[in-house]
């Protein structure tokens, strides 16, 4: 299902976006800090992923310091106890 949506670009007009379902994978603690973070900045999951990776395109951080502080106590509420050091030693089977 896509989904069509106009979003205003730096210069102040509107481009076309389209979204798509991805039917994409994640690890479940890592969703639940991300679903809360979403809630946190009152946007959606979808929205924050798109930011995410935005910014991450353009080597810039997407957090401020107090969204880091709030992120690193929602991961301890969901008992995500890992961080990028050990994401390469994952077992990606998918199971």
Do not use: C
């Not at 946007?43 to 990776?53: A, C, K, N, P, Y």
């Not at 395109?57 to 107090?66: D, T």
């Amino acid at each position: 299902m896509k989904q069509h949506n106009e979003q205003a670009s730096g210069k102040g007009q509107k481009i076309k976006v389209e979204r798509v379902q991805t039917g994409m994978r994640m690890e479940k603690r890592m969703v639940k800090v991300l679903k809360a973070m979403a809630e946190y900045h009152d946007i959606s999951l979808g929205v924050l992923l798109e930011r995410i990776v935005l910014h991450a395109f353009e080597n810039k951080p997407m957090f401020s310091q107090e969204s880091l502080e709030k992120v690193k106590a929602i991961k301890e509420v969901y008992d995500m106890d890992y961080g990028l050091e050990i994401s390469r030693q994952w077992n990606d089977s998918e199971n």
